[in-house]
């Protein structure tokens, strides 16, 4: 029997909170009707809960711990005609073959409400917003949803809704966990885990969002455009490939929702029938945007509270009067730099994902040292060697103790000593005052 404890050593849920399904009585109309809400509980996940899940006793969502060891896909047929007929419907079934056709067999499939929830374990953790990336790529296009998140729920799967992966029909309770298939990440998506490939594609890896939100909108504008006309070519590119960009689609999957497109306007005979052309198209609008985000970001506004500070380096500086600006420029990018790593401690998926792609990051920040990669010190001064290195003479700069290993995505972190020299500066102006009063 499939129990609370084998869910946990299956799962590993977070459970700091949970949802549940509740019933609501509708008030005002004196109708009596109900309806039905998802609540979350702010308490801690416990196992009698989890067994009146499982027995189907009450609905209870689980949400996903930030480095996790299992993904689930939520296949939902919307129109309400997913289980009609006692049988999954062929909307069900299409989209299943879909995601068979890029995952191997699940783990466990369990029936749901108005479709299919597919899970599958895994032998190692992947940091949550790497792993959603990965699975977006491969199944992102079928319409279906990867359930739970950090943020997002699924159901517990009751154990009276377990079915075959293979008829989709109901199947044997499970006994123990080692029924469960469990995959090595490098079979679900080769080496694009690994933090060296992470690394290595970061710079170039467009920004993800759930487009799944955008669906409404998105299918509205094709609809507008179903079937295109001849001569529709640009009209559609510029509308679309837009939209897709910034709901945060892929260039691939952008390819393949327009390939639908087309295929679905026998009267179109335009350049995009050519699907080498509709690929080269597509990606010049994303190339388009991505040289606009690579752009170094320009400091519009200086922090005031770090002005006595710049100035007082500035003052003091071995450098040129010509360097001066982009001297100046560099210490206000380094500022902006450490604050905006202090701000995402507070985001654990975010800090989850550093940790992994740059070994040791968390530790580094614990022990109050910022990373200071080359990638962002060229970024800020081309020249920035001689200006970290009397940084580091004036005290504003403490090297970490930790290893250097660039090749392994281990940088140089350091202590940035702000605090300090603004003290220094108070008192240096303090002295200065006395001695006028004097």
Not at 250 to 269: D, G, T
Request: hydrophobic share 30%; charged share 25%.
């Amino acid at each position: 029997m499939f129990t609370a404890e084998m869910f946990l050593e299956a799962f590993k849920p977070y459970r700091g909170k949970y949802t549940r399904l509740c019933t609501v009585h509708a008030s005002g109309n004196g109708s009596g009707k109900t309806a039905h809400e998802w609540r979350t509980i702010s308490s801690y996940l416990i196992r009698p809960i989890i067994e009146e899940a499982i027995e189907g006793n009450m609905v209870i969502g689980w949400f996903q711990s930030t480095i996790p060891t299992t993904f689930g896909i939520d296949i939902d047929d919307h129109q309400g005609t997913g289980w009609c007929t006692g049988k999954s419907s062929s909307l069900l079934h299409r989209t299943y073959n879909g995601v068979r056709k890029t995952l191997p067999e699940p783990s466990l499939v369990v029936k749901s409400p108005r479709g299919l929830h597919l899970y599958y374990l895994m032998k190692e953790r992947i940091p949550w917003r790497i792993l959603e990336d990965l699975l977006r790529e491969k199944v992102g296009i079928l319409g279906c949803e990867i359930l739970p998140t950090p943020n997002r729920t699924l159901r517990i799967p009751c154990r009276k809704q377990f079915l075959d992966p293979d008829t989709l029909k109901p199947t044997n309770e499970l006994t123990e966990v080692s029924q469960l298939i469990s995959y090595h990440p490098i079979e679900l998506f080769e080496d694009r885990f690994l933090p060296e490939y992470v690394r290595s594609s970061s710079n170039g890896r467009y920004p993800r969002k759930n487009w799944q939100r955008y669906t409404e909108r998105i299918e509205s504008m094709e609809r507008q455009f179903s079937p295109m006309k001849p001569g529709s070519t640009n009209d559609v590119l510029n509308t679309l490939v837009p939209l897709y960009r910034n709901a945060g689609m892929s260039p691939q999957e952008a390819e393949e929702r327009l390939r639908m497109l087309i295929e679905q306007s026998p009267s179109y005979q335009g350049e995009l029938r050519n699907m080498r052309r509709l690929a080269q198209r597509i990606r010049s609008y994303y190339q388009r945007e991505m040289r606009q985000q690579g752009k170094t970001p320009k400091i519009v506004q200086k922090n005031p509270a770090y002005a006595p500070f710049i100035d007082m380096l500035l003052d003091q500086s071995p450098f040129a009067s010509q360097r001066r600006s982009a001297v100046e420029r560099f210490l206000y990018s380094m500022i902006n730099w450490c604050e905006w790593h202090d701000r995402i401690l507070d985001d654990p998926i975010r800090v989850s994902e550093l940790d992994y792609t740059y070994p040791y990051y968390r530790k580094n920040r614990k022990g109050g040292y910022y990373p200071l990669p080359t990638s962002f010190l060229k970024r800020a001064n081309s020249r920035y060697h001689s200006i970290v290195k009397w940084l580091k003479c004036v005290g504003v700069l403490e090297e970490s103790p930790y290893t250097y290993v660039p090749r392994c995505g281990i940088c140089k972190y350091y202590k940035v000593h702000l605090e300090k020299c603004i003290n220094i500066y108070k008192e240096q102006n303090k002295q200065i005052i006395l001695l006028g009063n004097g």
